[in-house]
């Protein structure tokens, strides 16, 4: 497998794990915390339902992009975002230039409040380049936040990654703690049964890649790939093709020929397509593998409603397994 997959932090897996004081509601952007709860501030609802696993009744969550057909990328925020971000006890951002607007609202409101930045728990993370794994606590400082600003070559969906996950799992938990001691325990435990959810997982990947490592899927976004690649298949699309599909940019003529060529040649098994961007070439490219049979499924960016984010991943692995067996 890639270099993705090691052993699971820290945190124990104790497959018959519950979690504790799960399933808090979140709270609508501008409304204050509950008295005594912690409020956390989320740039978008994956972040956001992560913190309320880990922090379940004792925090109140506010995720600011909730909505399937937002994309982070260009999201305005109001001024009742800022109002959110300035009451925050935490807030937790992707960074990496994709959630670019949590940075100016953590700038602009003034917060002290610690921040959790995913990327940085990522091992592509540039700054991690050569580090050895170590626990969340000792290898990152959460009140100093991430890039404002994409940084080239490294891909900032690390939600797709449930490796990295589990490390801001356990990052979210030890901020919890340390801004309510008296609870660190249960915080502890909710991040150690959600570590077992991350766990399950990362063996629907292991099987995918025992009956299919080496598969080619086009990818017309590079949202996916850290998924992708844990599941030991090849992202074959021209990276020119899908930074300018994320950009929002026109694919160049030569770069589409390339593309077309590519699933026309036999070798692509799934097409996998973003729900949140696209354009006239990701159509040209669906409607090519429609036309040979080759299997199109589509993630998003953002949790879709009634999801957890154990759920919701395990819903990507099983689409993209089915379409691999189609």
Request: with cysteine; net charge negative.
């Amino acid at each position: 497998m890639t270099s993705l997959r090691r052993s699971l932090p820290v945190l124990g897996l104790a497959a018959a794990s519950v979690l504790v004081l799960s399933g808090c509601a979140g709270t609508a952007v501008g409304e204050d915390a509950g008295d005594g709860m912690i409020a956390v501030v989320a740039s978008t609802n994956v972040y956001g339902q992560i913190a309320e696993e880990i922090g379940g009744d004792l925090v109140d969550v506010t995720s600011i992009v909730t909505n399937e057909s937002q994309d982070p990328h260009s999201f305005e925020p109001s001024a009742r975002d800022q109002l959110a971000v300035s009451k925050a006890d935490l807030v937790i951002e992707n960074g990496g230039g994709y959630d670019a607007f949590i940075d100016a609202l953590i700038e602009s409101s003034g917060t002290e409040a610690p921040i959790v930045t995913a990327v940085e728990y990522s091992h592509d993370w540039p700054e991690n380049a050569g580090h050895d794994e170590e626990s969340a606590d000792d290898d990152h400082d959460a009140h100093d936040h991430g890039d404002h600003e994409h940084v080239e070559g490294f891909n900032e969906h690390v939600w797709y990654d449930p490796h990295t996950i589990a490390h801001v799992a356990e990052a979210i938990a030890v901020e919890l703690g340390e801004l309510s001691p008296d609870d660190a325990e249960t915080f502890t435990a909710n991040a150690e049964a959600f570590a077992a959810g991350i766990a399950g997982l990362e063996v629907s990947l292991d099987e995918i890649g025992a009956a299919d490592a080496g598969e080619k899927v086009f990818v017309t976004e590079p949202v996916p790939a850290y998924l992708v690649e844990a599941a030991g298949l090849v992202n074959a699309t021209p990276a020119k093709f899908s930074e300018a599909v994320e950009e929002g940019q026109d694919v160049a003529p030569a770069t589409l020929l390339e593309s077309l060529a590519l699933v026309q040649g036999g070798e692509v098994r799934v097409v996998i397509t973003n729900t949140q961007t696209g354009g006239a070439e990701t159509q040209e490219i669906v409607d090519e593998a429609d036309g040979l049979g080759i299997p199109v499924i589509a993630f998003s960016e953002t949790l879709p409603e009634g999801q957890t984010y154990i759920s919701w991943m395990q819903a990507n692995i099983e689409a993209l397994n089915g379409a691999l067996q189609a």
